[in-house]
């Protein structure tokens, strides 16, 4: 089985409706992570958690919202998904030291 | 404004031969460099990181050099094979701080 899981794994949507993106981890690790990626522009962090109970802005945090429910579990919101959201979604985890994250297998949001 | 970046989109080589993967910072207080591996419809796996304490690491066919004087950093390959086709992301921090990313080269090993 996966370690970072995502779900789903594609979705279309519509201007102003609301879309949840999932991520479950199974690595027992504290810290997670949510970045997307546009052609020409790489890796942005959106949101970071470094436990249940914290939540820190990245680069891009607005349009977006994030809700950590477990250790093992760290969802994404979009409000009301606009166009220029349309992106590849990647959640991460990684441990307390600084190795390398461990990243899902990303979701392709699409919003016509 | 980009903090790190990867100037080169694309990279073609001659299986056998030597990879060179480049990429450049600007912040002076990233400490540590990972670069990650990315197949399609996958997500980026880690390959390799460096501490600003060295300036290089190896493992296996993978050696990242690290220049902090030019805020450069390299990823070379040896030899390149044709399951390293993919693209590579480079990607800096500093101590408690979130990992910024380059936009990524896409390398493609020719058999």
């Known amino acids: 089985d996966a370690d970072v899981t995502q779900t789903p794994r594609n979705r279309i949507t519509k201007t102003g409706k609301r879309i949840m993106l999932e991520c479950s981890q199974t690595k027992g690790h504290d810290r997670m992570y949510w970045y997307r990626q546009d052609p020409g522009l790489g890796l942005r962090l959106i949101y970071y958690s470094f436990d249940v109970k914290d939540i820190n802005k990245g680069e891009i945090s607005d349009g977006y919202s994030v809700s950590r429910q477990a250790q093992a579990k760290f969802s994404l919101s979009l409000e009301s998904a606009i166009p220029n959201q349309t992106a590849l979604y990647f959640c991460?985890?990684?441990?307390?030291?600084?190795?390398?994250?461990?990243f899902g297998p990303g979701t392709r949001l699409t919003v016509l | 404004d980009q903090q790190v970046k990867q100037n080169s989109p694309s990279l073609s080589v001659q299986e056998g031969r030597i990879s060179i993967l480049n990429c450049d910072y600007t912040?002076?207080?990233?400490?540590?460099f990972l670069w990650y591996k990315k197949y399609p419809a996958e997500g980026p796996t880690f390959l390799i990181s460096i501490s600003s304490i060295k300036d290089k690491n190896e493992d296996g066919r993978f050696t990242v050099f690290l220049n902090k004087s030019a805020k450069h950093l390299s990823l070379h390959i040896v030899p390149s094979q044709p399951g390293d086709s993919a693209v590579y992301f480079c990607?800096?921090?500093?101590?408690?701080?979130?990992?910024?990313f380059g936009t990524g080269t896409s390398l493609t090993v020719i058999p």
């Open positions: 912040n002076s207080m990233f400490d540590y």
């Open positions: 990607a800096a921090s500093e101590v408690g701080n979130q990992f910024y």
């Open positions: 991460a985890t990684s441990d307390l030291t600084r190795q390398g994250q461990f």
